[in-house]
C-alpha cells in the first residue's frame, strides 16, 4: 500500500479491505483459505490476528462467538464454492442470534462466468437469504465502497451477518482509494420517547403484576444496570430468553431465570399470573411462548429496533426502536409517577416474587441432595462444582442438546456471561464459538458446556487452535450421541441397535495431541479438585477437556416437566 489518510493506492483487493478493517479495530479474523492466499499475507502484514480453522462451519461460529461477546464485527475469511455452502450453517446462526459477522469470500473471475471454472458458483444467490447484504465486487472501483458498506451493515442497527465476495480477477488489480476511508454511519440520537402519555408508558404505569423480557437483542446495551433499574422501580419479576441470558445480574432480588420451556414450576406460575410482559429486544421464539404452562392472556407490550422482530401474534403496544432508550425513558417516568404518588400497590407482587425465587431455591437443593445419592456424576453436582470453581469476570458457552439444557436452568447455574445458540441451535455452535469467546474476552474464564455429539463436531478445531489460542475448558456430557434424539426414539419404540442415536458411558476418543489437559470424570467426590486442575491449565493459556459419562434419564427438571421428552 502507498499513499496517506486522503487516498491510497492498494496492489490488490485484499490489501484494501484489510486496511479498512484495521482503521475500524478490527484485530482478528477466523478462517480456512482457500488457494488464494493474498488475503492471509495482507492480514498478516497489517498484524491482524488469524485463527485458522479445520472446518469452515466451526470458522463461521468461532466469529459470531466473538461477535456476541464483544460487540464488536466478527471476521471470517474463506475459500469459494463448497467453502461458502459449508459457512451458510453458520450464517444462519449468525442471522438468528444477531451476531455481526463479515464473511469474506473468493469468487470465480467474472470474465469466466458460466465457463465451468474451479469451484463455481452463484455464491450471493446461495447465501443471500442467510445474511442482510450478500455482494460480489467485480470491478476494482467497487472495492472501497462495497467493503466500507459490508462492515456499516453488519455493525446495524441491527447487527447482523453480511457477506462480501471479491472475484479472482478483482482481487489480484490495482485499487485506488482517491479520499478518506468512508466513517461508519453515526446514530442519530433521538431523544423524543415520550416520557408521558402515550400507550406505552401507560400500559407501564398501570401494571401492577409486571414482567420484563430481556432478549438477545439487549446484549451490550445493559451499562450501569439500567434494566435492574427499571425492574426495580416497577416491582417488575425478571426473565431472559435464553439468549437474553448474561445481560443481567442473576444475584439481582428480582431474576427468576429463562422464561418458557427453560423455566422452572414455581417460575412459570408466577409468569402465568402477570398483568403485563414488557419484552425487550427479543422475537418472543417458541421456546419463550410454548413451554410450559400457556402464555397469559395479557398484554404484550415490545420494543425492538428490527422491525422483523417485533410479533404480531400478541396484544399490546409494539414499538420500533431502541430498548435501551425506552427502558432509560419508562424509569424517569416511574420515578416522576413514585414522586408524585401515582405509583403503588405492587407489594403483593414483590412478595410473590420473593416466594417463587424461594421455591426455586428449595427446588435446586433438593435435586442436588437427590443426586448426591446417586450413582456416578449427576449434572446438578456438575454445574454446583463448576459455579463453586470459578472467577469472576465468567462466561458459560453452552449447546442446545438434552443434557447440556441443564445449564440454562436457573437456579442451578447463576451468574457470570452466558452465549448459547439461537432457535437454529446447529450442532458444535457452542463448542467451537467457545474459541471466538475467549479472543474476544482473553481476561474471562470461559467455559463450554456441551454434548459429546457437539464436541466431536468440533474437534478438530479445537485440536487445531489449542496451542496459539487456547484458554477455553471443555466440559462434555458423554452419553454416546444425541440424547435427545434417542429419547425419542425410545418414545417410539424403535430399535435402539438399529437407530443407535446414542451409546451412554462411551467418551469419544481421547487426544492424541500434545498439551492438551485431557481428563475422564466419574468420582463426584473428585470433581471440585479436578475443575480446579483444569482451570489451572487454561489460566497458562491451555485447553482442558473434561469428559463426564452422564445417565440418560439425567434430564433437566422443566424440560421433564414440560412433557416434551418421554418419560
Avoid at 401474534?313 to 408524585?340: I, K
Wanted: a negative charge.
Amino acid at each position: 500500500m502507498t499513499g496517506d489518510g486522503d487516498g491510497a493506492r492498494y496492489d490488490g483487493a485484499w490489501p484494501a479491505v484489510v486496511d479498512l478493517l484495521v482503521r475500524s479495530g478490527v484485530d482478528t479474523c477466523f478462517g480456512l483459505p482457500g488457494d488464494d492466499m493474498e488475503l492471509l499475507r495482507a492480514l498478516d502484514a497489517a498484524g491482524v490476528d488469524v485463527v485458522p480453522c479445520r472446518d469452515q462451519r466451526n470458522a463461521v461460529y468461532m466469529a459470531a462467538g466473538y461477535a456476541l461477546q464483544s460487540g464488536r464485527p466478527g471476521v471470517c475469511a474463506l475459500g469459494k464454492g463448497p467453502a461458502v455452502t459449508h459457512a451458510a450453517t453458520g450464517l444462519l446462526e449468525a442471522r438468528e442470534s444477531g451476531a455481526p459477522v463479515l464473511l469474506l469470500a473468493a469468487g470465480t473471475p467474472e470474465r469466466g462466468r458460466g465457463s465451468g471454472g474451479f469451484q463455481e458458483l452463484d455464491q450471493v444467490a446461495a447465501v443471500a437469504p442467510l445474511v442482510r447484504w450478500a455482494h460480489r465486487v467485480t470491478h476494482p472501483d467497487r472495492v472501497v465502497p462495497a467493503a466500507a458498506k459490508a462492515l456499516a451493515l453488519t455493525s446495524g442497527p441491527p447487527p447482523g451477518p453480511v457477506y462480501l465476495e471479491i472475484a479472482d480477477d478483482v482481487r489480484t488489480a490495482e485499487i485506488v482509494r482517491t479520499g478518506p476511508w468512508p466513517r461508519l454511519p453515526e446514530p442519530l440520537e433521538d431523544e423524543s420517547f415520550p416520557l408521558t402519555g402515550g400507550p406505552t408508558t401507560a400500559a407501564v404505569l398501570a401494571s401492577r403484576r409486571p414482567v420484563v423480557l430481556v432478549g438477545g437483542g439487549m446484549r451490550h446495551l445493559n451499562a450501569d444496570g439500567a434494566i435492574e433499574g427499571f425492574a426495580g422501580r416497577l416491582d417488575a419479576a425478571l426473565f431472559t430468553t435464553a439468549s437474553g441470558r448474561g445481560t443481567v445480574d442473576e444475584r439481582h432480588p428480582l431474576f427468576c431465570g429463562v422464561a418458557g420451556l427453560y423455566a422452572s414450576a414455581p417460575a412459570r406460575e408466577l409468569f402465568a399470573g402477570c398483568d403485563l410482559v414488557i419484552s425487550l429486544a427479543g422475537r418472543l421464539e417458541e421456546t419463550v411462548t410454548e413451554g410450559g404452562t400457556p402464555w397469559p392472556p395479557v398484554p404484550v407490550l415490545q420494543v425492538n429496533i428490527d422491525p422483523a422482530g417485533l410479533s404480531a401474534e400478541f396484544p399490546g403496544p409494539r414499538v420500533l426502536g431502541d430498548a435501551r432508550r425506552a427502558v432509560l425513558a419508562w424509569s424517569r417516568a416511574l420515578s416522576d409517577a413514585h414522586a408524585e404518588g401515582l405509583r403503588g400497590h405492587t407489594e403483593p407482587w414483590a412478595r410473590e416474587i420473593a416466594v417463587a425465587r424461594k421455591a426455586m431455591a428449595a427446588e435446586a437443593d433438593d435435586e442436588r441432595a437427590r443426586a448426591a445419592e446417586l450413582p456416578g456424576v449427576r449434572i446438578a453436582e456438575l454445574l454446583a462444582a463448576l459455579d463453586a470453581t470459578s472467577s469472576e469476570p465468567r462466561v458459560l458457552v453452552a449447546e442446545n442438546g438434552l443434557q447440556d439444557m441443564w445449564s440454562y436452568c436457573y437456579p442451578f447455574h447463576a451468574g457470570g456471561g452466558s452465549i448459547v445458540p439461537s432457535e437454529q441451535t446447529p450442532l458444535g455452535f457452542g463448542a467451537a464459538a467457545a474459541i471466538g469467546v475467549k479472543r474476544a474476552a482473553p481476561q474471562h474464564e470461559v467455559t463450554a458446556f456441551i454434548g459429546d455429539g457437539a464436541f466431536v463436531a468440533a474437534r478438530g478445531d479445537i485440536a487445531a487452535t489449542a496451542g496459539s489460542h487456547g484458554g477455553v475448558l471443555y466440559v462434555v456430557l458423554c452419553n454416546g450421541g444425541y440424547g435427545w434424539l434417542d429419547a425419542q426414539r425410545a418414545r417410539l419404540g424403535l430399535d435402539g441397535e438399529r437407530y443407535a442415536f446414542a451409546r451412554p458411558g462411551t467418551p469419544p476418543p481421547a487426544f492424541d495431541e500434545a498439551g492438551i489437559h485431557h481428563r475422564v470424570l466419574r468420582d463426584k467426590e473428585a470433581l471440585a479438585d479436578e475443575l480446579r486442575t483444569a482451570r489451572e491449565v487454561c489460566a497458562q493459556g491451555g485447553t482442558a477437556v473434561l469428559m463426564v459419562p452422564v445417565d440418560p434419564d439425567d434430564i433437566p427438571p422443566p424440560i421433564r416437566d414440560a412433557e416434551v421428552i418421554p418419560q
